[in-house]
């Protein structure tokens, strides 16, 4: 047993940060708003040169085969940086349903996805949304009679106006016969189900590091703004706000984490018992808490300048927004959670219950 | 990161688990703060967990342990919460004075004080806060005067937890007269039965004298009941505050039984349950879940060799706001049984609920107030300017 992450793996998560922190500033960030560009190539291309595509992908098929506790500081990083480009659906979501689907089609695409940095979108039921799909170059599309991937060529992309000024959404359509077939109904279901929980996770992670960026602006801001003669963060009032949604984030983290954990190095995903999908819905729900929270904190300390578009909070608030609600919103994640602790056995012994099964140590009885 | 017990520490698990099930009383003990009967109980429990060399798994076995470490002690208070053990009343000998020793201490304290402490012999309460230093604590006025070899200790104790039966107190004296503030104080240890000591038991909120006033006059004690330098009383008393509001005093299980207990409850009273109601029990659940993961990842990190500083604040606002909530659900779901006793006629299985109610009010309150920890938070771990 240990909660900790290894040195290599904050060490590549140190490494995305840097990059980040360099080419993913607030200066960058308002470069691409007024161009009205939500994907930023050059950017893009840094990212995958670290080798991030394919992180989550098998060793065979191409990708450096580690887990999702390899990735989720990675996710974290993203959210921090309110990063535009859908690296984490690319990376976390998109890439390993590929590595996951048979056929050759599914494989070439993953090829090509690694070896070129082309981006691929997935339309998903649970974000029927996709993040610049003027930038991908090929669609996963669920159809009646399966999954298919299709060439940008052949889709319709309508852009649909969204509250996040760093991103541009679309719907993507496609003919029935558009593209090749890469998954039949049933595999579809599978793939999309495990694609829906990793998701989760690192859209979790995204909020956990969006959350902190926010409480970071918020207290840089307090202590420099001055007002009765000293700086606002002097006050209880501003000190106990931004406290409060520090706990929140540190008692969201650990859970995310966990849940990353859960998704193994190879492809087949999250297992789907009642427990580790909890984990997940847990996860996600406690970092959207931490990011609302957090980012209304934050538009409150800056006062009038946090509801002006100068100052970033909104940049955040917006991106909290559109992220809490992906991957299937709160009522459906709360029924997960629901499900878990009326059906399976509850306990201090049932915190990692997958090792509980494994060694065969008896959960305790329920005595309702 | 590796979230899978080993072979060991699934064995060590069984070990406890077995162990509770031949030892634990089947029903529970009276209060430890109700009378002498219910004091006494508890000091037998604690006599016979030591026996069973459980009483604090993870001291020097030469003062009672077994010396495990973090991840076993999670595990053993996993298994003590859920096999219903009584709570410990010498937890302020064994959560917060003990590990205060084990790093303070000299050696001959260490062989005096941990072993009594370890069986229950010696029963300790904490003596920091005065009438004028509460949140304040550097207000401190009690004094110690040196006297040759002794100490005599002299001033107005109060809020001592456990002091109306204890038997050793630990207190925040200061040793210089001159002094002011955070310095000139020092950490002294003293019995409750020594010449000059005075208590006056005070009733809480639940009516039982969990606490006590103590009134000091000329108190003769040995200057090597001194723990740590002379001044150093400060910085040795906020590291016992971290080991108070971190992971030492408030374990996940018990809140994770607490979730498990309220489920339990929602399940048995479902039909008049509103959907409100199943989410916040939901929530209890996720809080119970977040703490734990949250203190497995501080005790991997600890076993690492990092340390734990002001997030020790941030675990008890979480800790203690998660115990009123879940009680507040709990008695929301009992409705108009909510408000009775166990013993009244109508009030059919309503629990402890009431009780844990009104002691979970006191969590924002002990071991430092939740404003304090929000300062401290805010101050040292976001370093927002002091006001």
């Known amino acids: ?368 | 990161m590796d979230l899978r017990y080993t072979d060991e520490q699934q064995a060590f698990r069984a070990e406890v688990r077995d162990w509770m099930a031949a030892n634990v009383p089947a029903d529970p003990l009276p209060s430890f703060d109700g009378g002498r009967a219910g004091f006494e109980a508890h000091r037998d429990w604690e006599a016979r967990l030591n026996a069973g060399r459980w009483g604090m798994v993870t001291w020097p076995e030469a003062y009672g342990g077994r010396g495990l470490d973090l991840i076993r002690w999670l595990i053993f208070e996993e298994e003590y919460y859920a096999a219903g053990a009584p709570l410990r009343v010498n937890q302020n000998g064994i959560f917060l004075l003990g590990p205060t020793l084990m790093e303070y201490g000299s050696q001959e304290q260490k062989a005096r004080f941990l072993p009594p402490m370890a069986t229950g012999e010696e029963i300790w309460a904490q003596a920091w806060s005065e009438p004028q230093a509460g949140s304040d604590l550097a207000a401190v006025r009690a004094k110690a005067v040196r006297d040759g070899d002794s100490y005599l200790l002299s001033g107005h104790k109060i809020w001592s937890s456990r002091a109306v039966m204890a038997d050793w107190a630990f207190g925040l004296f200061r040793t210089d007269p001159a002094s002011e503030r955070h310095k000139g104080l020092s950490l002294i240890l003293f019995p409750l039965d020594a010449e000059g000591v005075r208590r006056q038991a005070i009733a809480q909120i639940n009516g039982e004298t969990g606490f006590a006033e103590l009134f000091l006059d000329e108190v003769r004690v040995p200057a090597g009941n001194r723990v740590g330098a002379e001044g150093e009383g400060w910085r040795i008393c906020m590291a016992t505050a971290g080991f108070e509001r971190g992971l030492m005093l408030r374990s996940p299980a018990r809140f994770q039984m607490t979730a498990r207990r309220l489920v339990e409850l929602y399940e048995a009273n479902r039909e008049t349950c509103t959907p409100a109601q199943r989410d916040a029990v939901a929530e209890a659940w996720m809080a119970a879940e977040a703490y734990a993961l949250s203190i497995y990842a501080t005790a991997s990190r600890l076993i690492a060799g990092g340390s734990i500083g002001a997030e020790a604040s941030l675990n008890k606002i979480f800790w203690s706001e998660m115990d009123i909530k879940m009680h507040e659900t709990a008695l929301a779901i009992l409705g108009a049984r909510a408000e009775l006793l166990p013993t009244a006629s109508a009030a059919g299985d309503v629990g402890r609920w009431l009780d844990g109610y009104l002691f979970s009010l006191a969590g924002p309150i002990y071991a430092g107030t939740n404003e304090i920890q929000r300062n401290i938070i805010a101050e040292r771990l976001l370093g927002l300017p002091r006001g």
């Open chain 1, 1 to 368: 047993m240990n909660f900790a992450f290894s040195e290599e793996q904050t060490m590549m998560a140190d490494v995305v940060r840097e990059l980040l922190a360099r080419e993913c500033g607030s200066a960058a960030l308002r470069g691409q708003m007024s161009a009205a560009c939500s994907f930023d190539r050059e950017r893009w291309r840094k990212l995958l040169e670290l080798g991030l595509a394919g992180v989550l992908v098998p060793e065979d098929a191409g990708g450096l085969g580690l887990g999702g506790a390899d990735f989720v500081q990675i996710a974290e990083a993203c959210g921090y940086a309110c990063l535009p480009e859908p690296l984490v659906d690319h990376a976390g979501v998109v890439l390993p349903l590929l590595a996951d689907s048979e056929g050759e089609t599914a494989r070439a695409a993953l090829t090509q996805g690694l070896e070129t940095g082309t981006v691929i979108a997935l339309t998903h039921p649970q974000t029927p949304w996709i993040v610049a799909a003027n930038a991908a170059s090929a669609f996963v599309l669920p159809g009646p009679d399966g999954l298919r991937l299709v060439r940008s060529e052949e889709v319709r992309r309508v852009q649909q106006a969204g509250i996040d000024p760093l991103r541009q959404l679309f719907t993507v359509s496609a003919e029935p016969a558009a593209g090749a077939l890469i998954a039949a109904p049933g595999a579809m279901a599978a793939l999309l189900a495990r694609a829906a929980e990793r998701g989760a996770v690192f859209t979790a992670a995204e909020l956990v590091g969006l959350a902190q960026a926010c409480v970071d602006l918020a207290v840089a801001y307090a202590g420099e703004r001055r007002q009765f003669g000293r700086p606002i963060g002097a006050n209880q009032a501003i000190k106990h706000h931004l406290a409060s949604a520090q706990v929140k984030i540190e008692f969201a983290r650990p859970v995310v984490h966990a849940a990353a954990a859960l998704v193994p190095a190879l492809s087949e995903g999250v297992p789907q018992s009642l427990e580790s999908r909890a984990r997940v819905s847990h996860a996600l729900l406690a970092a959207g808490e931490a990011a609302t929270l957090a980012a209304r904190t934050a538009l409150q300390v800056h006062g009038a300048m946090g509801y002006s578009w100068e100052v970033d909070v909104h940049l955040y608030l917006k991106r909290a927004l559109s992220l809490t609600q992906r991957w299937g919103g709160q009522e459906h994640h709360r029924q997960r959670i629901a499900e878990r602790i009326l059906t399976a056995p509850l306990g201090p012994d049932r915190l990692f219950p997958q090792v509980a099964e494994e060694t065969g140590t008896t959960p305790m009885k329920r005595t309702a």
